[in-house]
């Protein structure tokens, strides 16, 4: 069995991950008052089809056109939030993620370095009948590699010069610059320093576009 897991993508791990925390938790309480019944089929089914991810150029671009329909949340500890966090990012760990003043009706997407700890949130958040919770595909290290350190292509044609210039505003946005080379290039990408961390968001109470707004139902 050991070896047989070993041979999944992360996709399929986390599917699988779904369906059995999915069984485990229809017997468990994640909401007060009362429990719930989770499809672990229909979660591990979302998983699979990756329709439980938002892209990290997806979110740069929502974030540049502040828009407030949605609310970024960052799970991670208070040392890593602090060092840096996405613009915008509401600072929500883990281990206080049950008690957050979170609304059901709500879009939520959730980070943390990479995409497992995500995971966990976006499932704990779905499993308290959060059916608008999202993940950033790969955390902050897809952040980091798409939106603030983007690899350049070489710019032999007008659609490669274009996506380039692209990247390179959006990067420039959010304090990051591109490099050149393989897109691959992990490793360089995590010798690069992060920007300066952008002002906190305090509580979760605001919406990552910044504005206030009508909270409908619950």
């Not at 690069?192 to 002002?199: E, H, W």
Request: with cysteine.
């Amino acid at each position: 069995m050991p070896g047989f897991f070993s041979t999944l993508t992360l996709n399929q791990k986390l599917a699988a991950a779904a369906a059995a925390l999915g069984a485990i938790a229809i017997f468990a309480n994640p909401l007060p008052g009362g429990a719930v019944s989770i499809d672990a089929r229909t979660l591990a089914d979302i998983v699979e089809r990756d329709a439980d991810r938002i892209e990290p150029l997806e979110l740069a671009d929502w974030i540049i056109q502040g828009r407030s329909d949605f609310r970024l949340i960052d799970v991670r500890d208070a040392g890593a939030y602090a060092k840096y966090h996405v613009p915008g990012a509401e600072h929500v760990p883990f281990s206080s993620l049950t008690d957050a003043a979170l609304p059901r009706n709500e879009k939520l997407v959730v980070y943390a370095d990479d995409g497992v700890r995500a995971a966990q949130a976006w499932f704990l958040l779905r499993a308290r009948g959060h059916a608008g919770a999202y993940l950033l595909r790969d955390g902050l290290d897809g952040w980091q590699q798409e939106v603030l350190f983007p690899a350049l292509g070489d710019a032999t044609t007008p659609f490669q010069q274009q996506r380039n210039a692209r990247l390179s505003n959006v990067a420039s946005h959010f304090g990051g610059r591109p490099r050149s080379g393989d897109a691959g290039a992990a490793p360089a990408v995590a010798a690069m320093a992060l920007p300066t961390p952008p002002a906190p968001v305090a509580g979760a109470g605001v919406p990552a576009g910044g504005a206030k707004k009508k909270k409908e139902g619950c």
